[in-house]
């Protein structure tokens, strides 16, 4: 949809849609006036046989929604799906906002019609000093081993054994923020079950450039789908010579971790699979320390790597010394050495390896005596364009006894690759 009407002059913005039980899909979406109020407008299918959806009508009524006192007229936007609420037989959405003490807050709506909307009482969640937040996103899963737990569920699901997930942007530091907690229809309140770890300073959905991610249910396949966008680091300049700027990111699945219960599983869509156009298998490859391995590829522009690395036990036994400092971010990339690190892979790499970007795990050992497994995305040397930025992004990861090290990379623009261990 393109910006047509007072109420979209200034930009036709996130919004999320609802499939009703009828099958009518409705949209909400984010308008920026004329004025540059933000305001919440509907839309709905020209041609609801169209599998592509591919054009939609705004509806005479918009806009439908317009930020309520206390709310600031550029701090009212991205609307999520629709969930219903049997209580009062009404249909609920949540908007992301901020006060005016720089506390991220969601406030929900419930409607009848998607046309006339009433503000429900109080807040469904608020964290002080995060700033705005943007593109919400909540949704139920499934918390408890069993066949719903490898499925996605509806927004609208409920019960025992659900849990929902707040998702929120956060529009200072632009990245995608979740926690895992218990939603409160009657009160209209969400809980997280970690407070240290609530929205906007506890988990990530991912921590290089991904943004503004909406989730879907697709009810076809039983499974909950991620979207995120990718913003790139190239300058203005650049983005003009090239003629396009920013990605989407591959879609995603989106799973409660049933074994840790404090986190979400993400895999990309077995769509994916069906690109691959040939495969090749290396076995039992050996990689001394301070090595670099070249691995013989050919022939292809895309890659999907699949690779596990097992550590010799000799190797765990000789780590003894803590390394409680270490930090993906704060480190200096894939040339920290440590004891058992940084081991993975160089992506993206030219023959004299001016050019590379690592990808690799890095195993710290904390004064507890615990083994602590860091997973880390170098860009430092990733281009030799200066007017780009360059970054080491990463966070620790869960491995549970049993586990092991592994590693899926989605390469675009095919160049060598090599196997990684500097510790």
């Known amino acids: 949809m393109a910006p047509a009407r007072w109420y979209d002059h200034s930009g036709v913005w996130t919004g999320s849609a609802t499939i009703l039980p ?29 599998p592509l959806l591919k054009t939609w009508v705004k509806s005479d009524s918009n806009p439908v929604l317009a930020p309520p006192p206390g709310i600031g007229d550029r701090d009212f936007r991205d609307p999520t799906t629709a969930w219903y609420d049997p ?20 406030i929900v709506y419930k409607t009848r019609d998607f046309a006339r909307y009433e503000l429900v009482p109080g807040m469904l969640h608020r964290v002080p000093g995060i700033g705005m937040w943007e593109c919400v996103d909540f949704f139920p899963v499934a918390a408890e081993e069993g066949p719903a737990a490898v499925e996605g569920m509806d927004a609208s699901a409920a019960g ?7 998702k929120a942007s956060r529009d200072e530091d632009r990245q995608d923020y979740y926690a895992i907690g218990t939603y409160n229809a009657a009160t209209n309140t969400w809980r997280p079950d970690d407070e240290g770890m609530d929205v906007g300073i506890g988990l990530h959905y991912d921590w290089g450039n991904f943004y503004a991610s909406k989730t879907f249910y697709d009810p076809e396949k039983r499974r909950r789908v991620l979207w995120g966008w990718i913003s790139e680091t190239d300058s203005e300049r650049t983005d003009l010579l090239k003629g396009w700027a920013s990605l ?9 971790d049933t074994k840790t219960k404090s ?5 990309p869509v077995e769509e994916v699979e069906k690109l691959r156009m040939s495969g090749k298998n290396f076995s039992m490859i050996t990689i001394d ?10 022939g292809g522009s895309q890659l999907d790597i699949e690779a596990e690395f ?14 409680v400092g270490y930090n993906c971010s704060t480190s200096c990339g894939s040339t920290d050495r440590g004891m058992l690190g940084p081991f993975g892979l160089l992506v993206l790499a030219n ?12 195993i710290a050992r904390g004064t507890d005596g615990n083994l602590r497994t860091h997973f880390c995305h170098d860009e430092l040397r990733s281009s030799r364009a200066s007017d780009i930025v360059k970054r080491v992004v990463g966070s620790t990861v869960p491995v549970l006894d049993g586990e092991r090290l592994s590693v899926r990379v989605l390469v675009g623009g095919h160049s060598r690759i090599y196997l990684l261990y500097f510790g």
């Open 289 to 298: 320390a301070g090595s670099v391995l070249p691995i013989n590829l050919t």
């Open 263 to 267: 986190n979400l599983l993400q895999w």
């Open 87 to 106: 209580s009062d037989d009404t249909w609920r959405i949540a908007i992301g906002s901020k006060d005016g003490s720089r506390a991220g807050i969601v």
């Open 310 to 323: 097992e550590i010799e036990k000799a190797a765990l036994a000789m780590a003894v010394e803590a390394d």
């Open 248 to 256: 989407q990111a591959i879609p995603r699945t989106v799973l409660f």
């Open 160 to 166: 025992s054994g659900v849990r929902h997930v707040l």
């Open 22 to 50: 009828t099958g009518q899909i409705i949209m909400l979406y984010t308008g920026s006036t004329n004025e540059s109020v933000q305001v919440q407008n509907l839309a709905i299918p020209a041609d609801p046989a169209d």
């Open 351 to 362: 023959g004299r390896r001016s050019e590379k970007t690592a990808v690799y795990f890095y």
